[in-house]
């Protein structure tokens, strides 16, 4: 198993800048690829933002975040990042990280592909 800490997030004008970080612990960071999703108010599902594959060799990116949001992982660091440029205020949610030890095939994995998850993280950006 492997437990999931987020940090980062917060208020920002819209045009701004976040980086979330997410630290694991216990289990082999570096068998697991990682993804970031994002759950606004009102929607049962988690929505896709991006995936990392255990060595960061392989991202992929929701097609709203494309170009303007960056995952990338530490290994030495048992971290996984999201680097957030340009945020819109639709990008208004809370985020959550994901582990999987799970070879993720689709371009838009789900949640349920996801074991472990952090405890989420607030992220707001203003008009």
């Known amino acids: 198993q492997v437990q999931l800490v987020q940090s980062g997030g917060g208020l920002v004008q819209a045009g701004g800048s976040l980086r979330l970080s997410c630290v694991a612990s216990?289990?082999?960071?570096?068998?697991?690829?990682m993804a970031w999703f994002r759950q606004v108010p009102g929607k049962e599902e988690r929505e896709f933002v991006a995936?990392?594959?255990?060595?960061?060799?392989?991202?992929n990116y929701a097609d709203s975040v494309k170009g303007r949001f960056t995952s990338s992982r530490d290994n030495a660091k048992n971290t996984v990042y999201l680097q957030m440029n340009s945020l819109k205020p639709e990008d208004t949610a809370v985020y959550y990280c994901?582990?999987?030890?799970?070879?993720?095939?689709?371009?838009?994995?789900?949640?349920?592909?996801?074991?472990?998850w952090g405890q989420g993280t607030q992220v707001t950006v203003s008009s």
């Open positions: 994901a582990a999987t030890l799970r070879v993720i095939v689709t371009a838009t994995p789900r949640g349920y592909e996801y074991d472990y």
């Open positions: 995936h990392i594959s255990w060595n960061g060799g392989s991202t």
């Open positions: 216990g289990d082999t960071f570096n068998t697991y690829a």
